[in-house]
Structures are given as structure tokens and as C-alpha cells.
């Protein structure tokens, strides 16, 4: 196996806070790791590699626990996000919509690939599978914020009112 | 009279534009000074008319849909609050057909009530499955919860009643009941709509697993996907502790249940019992060698009661009414009731609840209205991304576990995908093997390397390579998949990747563009 070392990024210490607090809003609960890391991304907005040391020893893991569990799970991000993250579904429900073209359509707009963000840093694309909208689809979500029966056209207006934020 | 107006907080509705209508309805009321109560209710399933406003009147809650913010004015003008007549129109929401030919047992209160008024609860009925639980020995739970027939809404379809009698017989420090609420087959909603719409009856239901077994503690694993969800989970949960229906001495019982939601992230593995139950420990969702069974060595290596939410909701309805009541739906070994979820391409897409028996055919024409697009349904996929595909020959098929898999297909979780004519088999069957290379949880050979071997031999298939050669090779890889893989995932990817090679074998034999 290849093991990184983490790498020596300093955390501010404003951050370094917020992962204290992730971790005493937790740490005495059972098998607390994923709330943690929640907690972290919230406060945060992604897992920083630095705070993997700090959140190992917090729980007396090896921070090849915490690393594999960090990549383990696709809703964990390692790099901070745009400003609105856009998760359009890739689910069969959706593809019986047209999903695949809205997602060429979601590409081109803002010019980016999955996984990437804007160069504004206003918007990150993910794919997502099932939002569970599957009876108005196609389904986005924004940030938090469910769409359904989106077309192109709808595509470009919620980007637009997004921006304009 | 302060007439109340209903608009649904249903991420659904809201994902087509409720909110702005529940302000434009509260902004139009203020301008004309007529005050009204507005409440915000969860969805009734009948999703192709959200935002479905509703009015109550004296002669009972009218209903007016698709509704934009638009409308809203012109709603007030005809008269709305009276029930007047209008375009959007539908009459009393009760006698709308698509919700007439109903038998909602599980879903009878969802898009009725406001989901996080414990009053309004109370007043449909809720919490009397409890209290006769309440008089009753763990065992006679037990008893009836086998006796109504339940099996495992989550896909699996075990009897609940032996789950829970196993988790019974055993003695163990602490025990627990872990709901799983990791709905993430494409074509399903019914948890969501659930627990959006009557988070009570989940609650309720797994207070009464919890006497039933002996645990004194539960968990949601609710997957990250559902934020909406989780508010109205949380919501519920803390008043249920307030009013004394969780924590200590529940309703002067001195019984005990704690109760917690617990987020997943994003992948879908841990749908599977044994993945949940690590993720719920905090670890990597790999799957787990059975046995032991969860119900003797499940969470925290205790014994565990994992159900679907849709099982566990069923179980205040059996309690209330008992098990022959709940029996007395359904036919075969398919007892009761099924929340359908009809998605995809299609008219009138939405949540039915019927007894097991419906056809797809009536599912999809009497109910569905047939495809969005107007065009001819093609295939069905019946049981989320690791359900076969079905073909239109095969649509007077009784939706019930044994009657589909005769037919080499299963209901899972009850999601009905429909796909017209333009659909391309081979990019589907391609897309199932891509799917489960993304979430395979790595643990076993044929599911990790098997899937992504798959996408390859379907790619090669596709653009003519060597076709009847890599043709014979892939069913071999589906039986390896089929026999050698851990669990469900790599164990039945294979099935819409076979159905559609058998019913639609002209999808893979194009020329190559």
C-alpha cells in the first residue's frame, strides 16, 4: 500500500478551533468518527489533511482509520468547495429524463468537469445518485436546496439567481 | 371562520416551487386582509400535481395543482378559499381517483398532517399502536408482528417477526434497533416521503420494536442525501422526548428508548445491513462476512433489529389493528400492503400505496397515465439499480415478491423506473456496471474487479470489438458476479445487465457509429 504521510499544512487557528469543537460536540458518543467528520466539513466546509492527525488521536484511531474512512465515502471532500455546490443526478430515474444531457448541458455552462469549481470559486459540479426526486425528474440540488423537473433552461436560471447572490 | 390552506414542505413539492408559493399565498392573503392559517403539510404522492394546494372546507380539503405562485391571485379571485372552481381545480383531494384507489395504511396520514404537530398525531390516530404495545409481553409483539405476514420492505422481504424473534431469544447486555434509511435506488422515495411527511409513525414504530426485542436504543441511519428529512426527523425526535414518548419511562411505563439519527455520506453500500452497521460504528461501510446474522452479533457486536422505515412504520398499524387486520391485505405470501413509487418517464409519477397483487400494467397505464413523453413504454426497471429490466411483454406481471421472481425479477423496495422507446438497453446495462464500480465497497474479488471488467466488456460490445466472443464473456463474468460476490450489490448488478442482454438483445447488436 502507498501511504502518504499527512502533509505539513498548518491549520489556522480558527480552524484548528472548529475542529476542537467538531470533536467535543462528539467524541464521548459510540463509534463517533463519521459525526465528527460531519461536524468537521460543516464547520469547515471539507477535511482538511491536516486535521486527520488531530481528529486520530482525539479518537485514539490511526490516522489510516480516519484517512480510510475520509475516502471511503464520496460525500467527504478534501479540498474546499466552490461557493454553491451543484449535485445533478446521474440515477436511471433521471437518465429516463434526459439526465445525461442536462449534465452535458450543467458542463458546459459552467465550463468545469465533475469534481471541479469554477474559476470565480462560485460553483463545484458533483454527480450524485438518487436524490430521491425521482418522480419529478430530473433532479438537482443546490447546496441544500432540491430542484426537480429541471431543464436546461431551468438549469441556467437557478445558476443565474445563484450568481447573482 | 379562518379558513386553513395547506401547501406541502415535501422536498419534492418544495424542489417544484412550494415555497414561493406558500409566500405568495400568505402575501396575497395579507393584501386582501382575510386572514388565513397556512400548513404546511407533507405530500400526498401525487407528484405530477405539486405544489398540490389544498383548502378545507366543511365538506372536506379541496385541492388545486400544479399551483405556481403565478396562479396565486387568480386562485383568490375564483374563490379558492371556498373551494370555488378554477383551472387547477381537482375537487375534494379525497375523491381524486389517483388517491381514491388507494389503501394507504402505512401512508394514510402522510400529506394529511402537519409531520411535526405530536397534536395532530395524536389526533389520526397515532400512538395507539404503542399503547396496546404497552399492555403487552414482548413476546405477544413478536407474535403479531409475525402473525400480519410483514416482510422486509427494504428489498430483502425476510419476515420481520423472525428478525425480531431472534433478536428476542438472545441475552445481551444491550440490544438495539437500527432503522435504515439509506434509500438510494434510483426510482425510490418512500422513505423520504415518509419521514418528511409522518415522522411519528417511525418513531412509533421503532419504540415498539424496541419493547418488542428488549433494546433500549435506536438509530436512524439516514443517508446525507435527505437534509429535509433530517430537519423534520430532528424536529420530531426532540418533541417525542419532551412530551415523554422517547427516553426514560416512556409514558409512565418505566420502559426505556432512546432514539438518534445518525447521517451517512454518500455511498450507496450502506443500504446493505452489514455496511450500515460499520458505517453506523464510524468505520469504512465494507461489508461483513454472515454469518453471524446482525440479529445476534449486529451493532457494536450486539444484537441488532435492522429494518427498512417503511417496515418499521408498518408496525403501529398492525399493533392498532392486529396482526389479521394487516394480513388481511395482499395475496400469496405477500401480505399487505406496498408503497409503489412510480418515477422516470412517465405521466402521473408519484407514490401509491396498494394491497400486493396490482399489475405493472396498471400501475403504469391506470395510474401512470403512461409515459411523459407520450412515446411507448419500452422497459420498466422494477427494484432500484439492481433490479432487472422487464419488457413490455412481461407487464401483466402481479408486483409481488414470488410473481416477479418468477419472472427472474424482484420488487425491492418497491421503485418502478419507466423508460420510452428511446431508451438504449446497452447504455443501461453498461451504466449498472459502472454504478457498482463507483460503490462497490472493495471487500470481495468479483464485485470490485468484476463491475469494472464489465463496463470494458459492454464498452467493446458496444462499438463491435470482438462481439459474440466478448458477448459470451460477459454472461460468464454475471454468473461469477452472480455466485461469488459478498452481498446483494456485486450479487445482483448482474440482473439488469442480463435482463436487458435477454429482452433487448437488438440494443447490442448495433453498428458501431
Known sequence: MNTTPARPETLDARTREQIDLALSQYQSQPGPLLQVLHAVQNRIGYIPDAAIPIIASALNLSRADVHGVVTFYHYFRRQPPGRHIVRVCQAESCKAMRADELTEHAKAKLRIDFHQTTADGAFTLEPVYCLGNCACSPAVMIDEELYGRVTPERFDELIEEKSAK | ?513
Request: glycine share 12%; with cysteine.
Open chain 2, 1 to 513: 371562520m379562518i379558513t386553513t390552506v395547506y401547501v406541502p414542505q415535501d422536498a419534492a413539492a418544495l424542489s417544484v416551487g412550494a415555497e414561493r408559493v406558500a409566500r405568495a399565498i400568505a402575501a396575497e392573503a395579507e393584501r386582501r386582509g382575510t386572514p388565513i392559517r397556512l400548513v404546511r403539510n407533507g405530500t400526498r404522492g401525487l407528484l405530477w400535481l405539486e405544489p398540490l394546494v389544498e383548502v378545507a372546507t366543511p365538506n372536506g380539503r379541496h385541492a388545486y395543482g400544479p399551483v405556481t405562485a403565478r396562479d396565486v391571485p387568480s386562485l383568490f379571485e375564483a374563490g379558492f378559499l371556498q373551494g370555488a372552481s378554477h383551472p387547477l381545480h381537482h375537487g375534494l383531494t379525497e375523491e381524486i381517483p389517483f388517491l381514491k384507489n388507494q389503501q394507504r395504511l402505512t401512508f394514510a396520514r402522510v400529506g394529511v398532517i402537519d409531520p411535526t404537530s405530536l397534536t395532530d398525531y395524536l389526533a389520526h390516530d397515532g400512538y395507539a399502536g404503542l399503547r396496546r404495545a404497552l399492555e403487552m409481553q414482548p413476546t405477544e409483539i413478536v407474535k403479531t408482528v409475525l402473525d400480519s405476514g410483514l416482510r422486509g420492505r427494504g428489498g430483502a422481504a425476510f419476515p420481520t417477526g423472525i428478525k425480531w424473534q431472534t433478536v428476542l431469544d438472545q441475552a445481551a447486555p444491550q440490544k438495539y434497533i437500527a432503522c435504515n434509511a439509506d434509500e438510494g435506488d434510483s426510482g425510490t422515495f418512500a422513505d423520504r416521503m415518509l419521514m418528511e411527511g409522518d415522522p411519528f409513525m417511525l418513531i412509533e414504530g421503532m419504540t415498539i420494536a424496541g419493547l418488542a426485542v428488549g433494546a433500549t436504543r435506536g438509530f436512524i441511519y439516514l443517508r446525507a442525501e435527505y437534509p429535509h428529512a433530517h430537519k423534520t426527523l430532528e424536529a420530531a425526535i426532540a418533541t417525542a422526548y419532551r412530551e415523554g414518548y422517547l427516553g426514560r419511562d416512556i409514558l409512565g411505563s418505566g420502559k426505556t428508548f432512546d432514539l438518534e439519527v445518525r447521517l451517512g455520506a454518500g455511498a450507496y453500500i450502506c443500504g446493505e445491513e452489514t455496511s450500515m452497521l460499520e458505517s453506523l460504528e464510524g468505520k469504512r461501510g465494507e461489508v461483513r462476512v454472515r454469518p453471524p446474522l446482525p440479529a445476534i452479533k449486529g451493532l457494536f457486536g450486539q444484537p441488532t433489529v435492522v429494518n427498512n422505515v417503511i417496515s418499521l412504520a408498518s408496525v403501529p398499524v398492525i399493533l392498532q389493528h392486529g396482526a389479521e387486520f394487516y394480513q388481511s391485505f395482499g395475496v400469496g405470501k405477500s401480505r399487505g400492503t406496498i408503497p409503489l413509487q412510480l418515477a422516470g418517464n412517465i405521466k402521473r409519477g408519484g407514490l401509491y400505496e396498494r394491497a400486493f397483487g396490482l399489475t405493472l400494467r396498471e400501475l403504469l397505464y391506470d395510474f401512470g397515465g403512461g409515459s411523459a413523453s407520450g412515446r411507448p413504454i419500452r422497459a420498466v426497471q422494477v427494484g432500484g439499480p439492481l433490479g432487472a429490466y422487464i419488457p413490455a411483454s412481461q407487464f401483466d406481471t402481479p408486483l409481488d415478491y414470488e410473481a416477479l421472481s418468477a419472472i427472474g425479477a424482484l420488487l425491492g423496495h418497491g421503485g418502478v423506473v419507466a423508460f420510452d422507446d428511446t431508451v438504449d438497453m446497452a447504455k443501461m446495462a453498461r451504466y449498472a456496471m459502472e454504478f457498482c464500480a463507483a460503490e462497490s465497497c472493495g471487500k470481495c474479488t468479483p464485485c470490485r474487479i468484476g463491475s469494472t471488467r464489465g463496463v470494458e466488456l459492454l464498452d467493446r460490445i458496444i462499438a463491435n470489438v470482438e462481439r459474440d466472443k466478448n458477448l459470451q464473456l460477459v454472461q460468464e463474468l454475471c454468473e461469477t458476479m452472480v455466485h461469488g460476490s459478498l452481498c446483494g450489490l456485486g450479487g445482483m448488478t448482474p440482473f439488469p445487465v442480463q435482463s436487458a442482454l435477454k429482452h433487448f438483445p437488438e440494443d447490442f447488436m448495433r453498428t458501431a457509429q
